[in-house]
């Protein structure tokens, strides 16, 4: 039976984390109740010292290591002093801490669009606030509260390192390092096969199999919420450039892979440039990990120089004309090499390493322009970008504080016994949307019954407070593991149990504290569930699909924009610049998707790959521009007129996806095929004319972006023949 009981356990819990993680905070938390009530006959005391345990060591869902969250726990413990200082203040009058709760309400929530740190700690915070802001308000027992408080939340920190500390989860810097070592062998393996084509290409296709795997794996929608580097600190931008860049490296690689040669290159300076590529990747993937030195950018400089210098530089005479097809090929891997060259600098920006201006920096400063801001204006334009009615981060925040504003004045004015019930119970079960809020009503109000009329029972024939002390460690476990093992409808039963043996202890007992307990989170349970319907009930779904056509939309603009200033001269400006910020709120509500259920119509949509044309418009343009600076082919007419014509046309499809977008019900998985440029013949007659072998490049560079990008747009969409 045991044998059959611990594999059912570890089936369920493999590594024992949930068993962990409640054992580590029945004992902290068992340690402060104790030692509070009993041993210094403190009532303010044990209660905000259990409630910081609790908060801390439950509410809080942090990212990173042990250490990190021990660190970032008690980085926020003066704004949880903050907070329970307002709630005592504001207490003594309802409407008072009503709005104390509208405003802190929204601020708490809305600071998490500053990360998944700051996310992690929203329900934590907001606890503090909520306990403190109901009567008695007995200023003079502050001292007593934030005493209570920082012990309880100091000793989580301390916990966290020395009490079976969880293992470290795989974190983002990781899955860059596995894409970067793959990506490296495929690109080896591809310049293998352009070297000898007769060859035996299935360990390349490996190769390449394993190299997307891994590549895929950096979709946000493949890592946990607390994981993903959507911070607006420096680290977590480049972190996401870093990301993309090694996504662009895969995609031209696979347009190198797709080349069919007859014969050997009758060069070897493609092969030389992935070679150096291939290394550069690998040293730069290992260099996120502790310990490893950061990548050097100079070898695979000088084999840019090298490649650029032996481009062509006219056609032999009329009529003898110039290899299209090895210029395509030249120029694909020498934007190969640019966004190598991006995720090489990226990764020692994120290391810490610290890069030297010009030197490393060259022509991507605008790629890498965040890191070089201080902190506080990255946050603060996270924080505006996020300032909009279509911003979904903006929404949830809003409704939340609507909500719990809410429960207080009802729970005010009904003069409720521990009325701060109602506003935790509506902080639990209100959701992003209206959907997943009433599926979170079912387990909450079922498990709150059942563990009211168990403790009701219990007091009616056990009214001895040392027997609710007694058992209120092994309730302690119960509550902190059941839950995640069982569901929700088990946790909200045993929290039920848990707070009515704490507050047994507090006061003396009485089965009207269970009656109390249910009657209050039925009510937090019906505001929670009337401000999920009237606010924004559909979540973050509407808001994406908005979002994410505005966001296609602008990427279509920067394309013209970036293709006139090569052409023209003038730097981008307005439209670049409306396409990052469009792509923040896009990201954002993405995000926000992933934790909700999906309404079935926006499943007709692949929205990571929608994002992801945007990205390639958006960063592709920057890099654009470092290789081919404003005014390149000013003074070339005729490349100006096919390229206006093919940015043209990839913008149009750029607005048709955004249309198709918005319309969101088609029926088809996907957005229908629409190529957006020609193929290699367009080209042919213009490089085949005598002149300068720079424009030549530039010229087949700009045209090979547009292509990529008219690749990305089709994929978007179901192959010819599937609307049948």
């Known amino acids: 039976m045991l044998g059959t009981s611990l594999a059912w356990l570890r089936r369920r819990d493999p590594g024992y984390v949930a068993l962990r993680r409640a054992a580590r905070l029945t004992i902290v938390a068992s340690t402060v109740f104790y030692t509070c009530r009993y041993a210094l006959g403190s009532v303010n005391l044990a209660t905000y010292g259990l409630f910081g345990t609790v908060a801390a ?20 413990l003066p704004v949880a002093w903050a907070l329970v200082a307002a709630g005592t203040v504001l207490a003594a009058n309802t409407w008072a801490a009503a709005g104390g709760m509208l405003v802190i309400g929204f601020a708490v929530a809305f600071a998490g669009v500053g990360g998944p740190r700051l996310v992690g700690l929203v329900s934590a915070l907001q606890l503090f606030y909520i306990l403190a802001s109901f009567p008695p308000s007995q200023p003079s027992t502050l001292p007593e509260r934030l005493g209570g408080v920082s012990l309880g939340i100091g000793l989580i920190a301390a916990a966290e ?64 919420p607390v994981q993903r580097p959507t911070g607006a600190g420096a680290r977590d931008r480049t972190l996401r450039v870093c990301g993309a860049a090694l996504t662009e490296v895969l995609a031209e690689a696979d347009r190198l892979a797709a080349e069919t040669t007859r014969q050997p290159l009758p060069d070897g300076r493609t092969v030389a440039v992935l070679g150096c590529c291939a290394d550069t990747t690998r040293a730069a993937g290992a260099g996120l990990l502790p310990g490893a ?80 801001r201080p902190p506080w204006v990255l946050y603060w334009r996270q924080f505006r970008s996020h300032l909009s009615p279509w911003s979904a981060p903006a929404q949830s925040a809003l409704r939340l504080a609507v909500a719990l504003a809410a429960a207080r004045v009802v729970a005010g004015s009904l003069d409720l016994m521990h009325g701060f019930w109602v506003l935790l119970a509506t902080l639990t079960i209100l959701r992003t949307s209206a959907v997943d809020t009433r599926t979170a009503l079912r387990p909450a109000v079922l498990g709150t019954t059942a563990g009211a009329v168990v403790s009701g029972l219990l007091m009616l024939v056990a009214n001895p407070p040392i027997i609710y002390a007694v058992a209120l460690p092994v309730t302690m476990v119960l509550a902190f593991t059941i839950g995640r093992l069982w ?17 047994a202890q507090l006061a003396p007992p009485s089965w009207r504290l269970a009656e109390a307990r249910l009657e209050n989170v039925l009510l937090g349970a019906a505001i929670g569930v009337l401000a999920g319907v009237v606010m924004w009930p559909r979540g973050a779904t509407r808001d994406l ?36 910020r469009a792509m923040g709120l896009a990201d954002a509500s993405y995000n ?53 014509d093919s940015a043209g046309r990839v913008r149009s499809a750029y607005d048709d996806a955004a249309e198709r977008v918005t319309r969101g019900g088609t029926p088809h998985p996907n957005l229908p095929r629409k190529r957006g440029v020609d193929e290699l013949g367009r080209t042919r007659p213009l490089v085949d004319e005598p002149g300068d ?23 978007l969409q179901p192959p010819a023949g599937a609307n049948g």
């Open 57 to 76: 060591g439950a509410f809080a869902q942090l990212p990173g290591s042990a250490r990190e969250r021990a660190r970032t726990l008690l980085a926020a």
């Open 161 to 224: 390192m020395l009490l079976w500390p969880d293992p470290a989860p795989v974190s983002y810097q990781q899955r860059l390092a596995d894409a970067a070592g793959r990506l490296s062998a495929y690109l080896e393996a591809t310049a293998a096969a352009l070297t000898d084509p007769t060859g035996d290409r299935r360990d390349r296709d490996v190769m390449r199999g394993r190299a997307a795997e891994a590549v895929d794996r950096l979709r946000l929608a493949q890592l946990p």
């Open 293 to 372: 030195p950061p990548a050097d950018v100079a070898a695979l400089d000088a084999s840019i120089r090298r490649a650029e210098a032996a481009y062509p530089n006219t056609a032999t005479g009329p009529g003898a004309g110039l290899d299209v097809e090895r210029l395509r090929r030249d120029a694909t891997a020498l934007a190969v090499a640019d966004q190598v060259r991006i995720f090489a600098v990226g990764a020692r920006l994120a290391g810490g390493t610290p890069v030297h201006g010009e030197v490393e920096l060259g022509a991507y400063r605008e790629v890498f322009d965040d890191a070089r």
């Open 487 to 503: 569901g929700a409808a088990w946790a909200q039963a045993m929290f039920t149990l848990l707070l009515t043996f704490v507050f």
């Open 545 to 580: 699909s908005r979002n994410t056509a505005s966001y296609l939309a602008a990427s279509g603009d920067a394309v013209i924009e970036t293709v006139e200033a090569v052409l023209g001269g003038d730097r981008p400006g307005r439209a670049l610049a409306r396409a990052r």
């Open 592 to 644: 926000q998707y992933h934790s909700e259920r999906h309404d079935p119509w926006a499943r007709h949509v692949d929205w990571e790959a929608a994002l992801a044309a945007g990205h390639q418009a958006v960063y592709g343009a920057e890099a654009l521009l470092a290789r081919n600076p404003p005014g390149a082919l000013a003074t070339w007419p005729d490349a100006g007129a096919l390229l206006r």
């Open 693 to 715: 072998g720079r424009r030549v490049r530039h010229l087949v560079e700009v045209d090979l972006w547009l292509d990529g990008l008219a690749d990305r747009l089709a994929r």
